[in-house]
């Protein structure tokens, strides 16, 4: 027989119940009774859609972060959070959000850092250490959650971080060696090991994601030392292992003395065979056959042909689970409703996924012949998908096929454009601009939603979104910016807004997945070729340019970034679905060239995010993302400037690659390192112009003059200021222009002051 369980539910809710519930306890609308009621109707329900795994997960659920959760049961609180007056859990919230000094109770506490989950738009909050760090076990959140699943009748899995991983994620604060601190954290998942024995659990899950990374030896030592510790434990350990391959680890994750080990087997396939052999007789091996990162079904079909010899060599010892968590992708695809029904009938969410794991276990245990007919139904919808005229194109084939290298090309080289620019654009050193999006105030989003929902028509709309823009073109004319822009209003989402006027997306109503906290994000559903039907831009960047004689920057969201924000297609690699993308923007980006916009900036917010999880893919992977870039933004004539935002500020590692984009102008984040980020551009002798962002969007705060002129200031120390460019660090969208008006204002100041020498 073989064993089923999962490595993680989505904690949100099909309709985000969490996030409102969180909500609604930050703003004081709700006791702390009301919301861990929504905590524990969310865990029960889960639990009991799981129920028919042989291991279900535990300890999955948080309020807000697994890796917070994971520093609060090691004890490891950052000194500045302990110690408040109230309870843990506001301890707990105070460390994911911050406190500002305002609210009149207590004192300041500073958020904690929050970065990426691995090569996922998950964030976690980073664990904080210093050389004086200590731990202290702390399992009484597992241990409720165990009591509360045991009482329900469900056969709990424990699932925690691994104390290798836990360390690798953290940051030592005081610059101190992070990894001395594994004698002293040790003994705390000894004793949490002890615990949980201690109440009659069998297995636990050790995540050790880290495991498919690059390792530098003293990690891969640090997993010998540990894992030597745990020996004693009266309970299984299931080293658990996802998004990726396990490679030069392969021999160390399969020799670690645990009792069995998870594998990723959608990425890691071709390792099972070694795994096997290394793993010597007595281990559990468990397989992730269904993808926990996309929302495709499962050709289980196929899976089986692979999966049933396994099956008979292992035996007993085979489990089968999703790849990873399926934190990542959303809960229940029966939610929708107005999904395209063709489409729908493709997909697997995380609830979806987990019936196909029970189907596959039943074909295993008791032959395909038990589940004959859902097997047929879903080889059915499999089949459907692969040839579905829905997902093929053939015209949009043989264009991708038809690019050649002259198509990523500029007709001239910079210095050439940048000549001919400055002939045509007449603009004085230091030129002003934003990065695109102004307020996106309540009357804008209420016509948008009117709008959608068909109680406003379109010629009303129009003239709705045309006032805003006329709107935000005359209060840039009057604040005296250069590069002017028509301010967003009628988007709602950077890649949304233009997956929807293409062909090849789909959307759906509830596909939510978190990102952080509270926050969720909806990726499109890219099922298809990519194709344009029509311009997406031209109509509103026209209208925006017919109102003044200064430069209007049209504007789009780059192929790499709507790759990368989307939910792809597994059907082919993802460098061919960027290369579509990149045709469509290209389009579009010569519409706008015809239509007389002089300056075209292409967002790259995600570029960075895509790199993958081991710097030997790096290369591979910017080299077709740059070439996509290029597809997308080099059919222009040598007087159109094309601009490209990146809302980060790390361009060390891929300086090379941003040149080789060869925007002529590049906007990027760099208030908040006081312009030591343009280091890396220095170095590297960027050759083309840069807007070094002069104030952090992300905060209410009106930049002084000084302040900016200072930035300034530093930024020409590093880059010839004949190159730079004043902007703020990112769109505006979410601000007030109450805050807008005068930090633009002290912008345009700054830069005559700065022309002024
Ligand atoms: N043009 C977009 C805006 O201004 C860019 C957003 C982003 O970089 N995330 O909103
Ligand atoms: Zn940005």
Redesign the pocket.
């Known amino acids: 027989m073989v064993t089923t369980h999962n490595l993680g539910f989505p904690r949100i809710g099909a309709q985000r119940e969490l996030k409102f519930a969180l909500e609604a306890y930050w703003n004081g609308q709700a006791s702390q009774d009301d919301l861990a009621a929504v905590g524990a109707t969310l865990r029960h329900r889960h639990w009991q859609g799981q129920s028919f795994l042989d291991l279900v997960p535990v300890g999955d659920f948080s309020f807000y972060d697994q890796v917070l959760d994971m520093s609060f049961m090691l004890g490891n609180v950052p000194v500045r959070a302990q110690h408040q007056p109230d309870n843990t859990l506001d301890a707990y919230f105070r460390v994911a959000r911050g406190r500002s000094a305002n609210d009149s109770d207590c004192g300041c506490v500073h958020a904690a850092e929050m970065t990426k989950w691995f090569d996922t738009n998950y964030h976690y909050i980073v664990p904080e250490f210093s050389a004086a760090t200590g731990f202290a076990l702390d399992a009484s959140r597992l241990l409720d959650q165990l009591e509360e699943a045991r009482r329900l009748g469900v056969n709990g899995k424990p699932v925690i971080i691994g104390p290798v991983t836990y360390l690798w994620l953290g940051k030592a604060k005081d610059g101190s060696d992070k990894l001395a601190l594994l004698p002293r954290l040790l003994p705390a998942y000894v004793a949490l090991f002890e615990e949980l024995a201690r109440h009659g659990v069998e297995w636990v899950q050790v995540d050790e994601p880290i495991l498919v990374t690059e390792l530098a030896s003293q990690w891969r030592e640090a997993f010998v030392t540990a894992y030597d510790a745990f020996k004693g434990a009266q309970l299984k350990l299931l080293l658990t292992t996802y998004f990726g391959q396990l490679r030069e680890n392969l021999d160390l994750a399969c020799t670690l003395p645990v009792h069995g080990l998870h594998l990723d087997a959608t990425l890691a396939r071709d390792e099972i065979g070694q795994v096997i052999e290394r793993l010597g007789p007595d281990k559990v091996l468990s397989l992730g056959v269904i993808n926990g990162r996309n929302i495709w079904k499962t050709d289980l079909h196929a899976t089986l042909e692979w999966l049933e010899p396994l099956h008979r060599q292992l035996e007993e010892r085979l489990w089968i689970a999703p790849s990873c968590s399926l934190l990542h992708v959303p809960v229940d695809l029966e939610c929708e409703e107005e999904l395209d029904r063709d489409i729908r009938s493709w997909l697997a969410f995380a609830r979806q996924k987990l019936d196909e794991l029970q189907l596959l276990a039943q074909a295993l245990n008791k032959g395909r012949v038990a589940v004959q007919e859902a097997l047929v139904a879903n080889h059915a919808a499999v089949e459907r998908r692969r040839g579905s005229p829905r997902v093929h194109n053939q015209a949009v084939q043989a264009a991708v096929a038809a690019i050649d290298a002259s198509a990523g090309e500029r007709s001239e080289p910079y210095e050439q454009r940048a000549t001919r620019q400055a002939a045509l654009l007449q603009l004085p050193a230091y030129p002003t601009t934003t ?3 102004f307020p996106q105030t309540a009357a804008i989003r209420q016509a948008r939603s009117r709008f959608r929902r068909g109680e406003l028509d379109e010629a009303s709309y129009k003239t709705h979104m045309q006032s805003e823009i006329a709107l935000c073109v005359r209060e840039q004319e009057a604040l005296g910016l250069d590069v002017l822009v028509h301010g ?1 209003a009628e988007r709602n989402d ?1 890649v949304e807004y233009f997956g929807e006027q293409l062909e090849g997306f789909a959307f759906s109503q509830f596909g939510w997945v978190q990102s952080y906290g509270s926050r969720c994000v909806k990726p499109p559903i890219l099922f298809g070729d990519i194709s344009r039907p029509r311009p997406m831009t031209v109509e509103w960047a026209s209208y925006a340019q017919s109102l003044t004689s200064k430069p209007m920057k049209g ?1 789009l969201t780059g192929p790499v970034t709507m790759l990368n924000w989307s939910f792809v297609r597994d059907d082919q690699p993802r460098s061919s679905t960027c290369r579509q993308l990149a045709l469509a923007i290209r389009g579009e980006v010569l519409d706008l060239e015809r239509a007389g916009v002089r300056v075209i ?1 292409i ?1 790259e ?1 995600a570029l960075r995010e895509g790199l993958p999880l081991r710097r030997s893919e790096w290369d591979a992977y910017l080299e077709w993302a740059v070439e996509a870039f290029r597809i997308a933004a080099n059919g222009v004539r040598g007087e159109t400037q094309i601009h490209t ?1 990146m ?1 980060y500020s790390e361009f060390n590692d891929i300086i090379g690659a941003i040149a080789k984009m060869d925007a002529d102008v590049i906007t990027i984040e760099t208030s908040r390192s006081d312009m030591q980020l343009l280091e890396a551009f220095e170095g590297f002798d960027y050759p083309n112009q840069i807007g070094p962002g002069v104030y952090d969007i992300h905060s209410p705060n009106v930049p002084g003059q000084d302040q900016i002129v200072q930035l300034m200031r530093k930024a020409a120390e590093r880059i010839p200021s004949g190159r730079l460019w004043i902007n703020p660090d ?4 979410t601000r007030r222009w109450e805050e807008v008006l005068p930090a633009l204002r002290n912008m345009v100041e700054a830069a005559k002051t700065l022309r002024a020498g």
Do not use: F, R, T, V
């Not at 990112?730 to 969208?733: I, P, S």
């Open positions: 990065i695109g999006s967003e950077m504007m900036q967002d917010a935002h809302c990112c769109g505006l969208k």
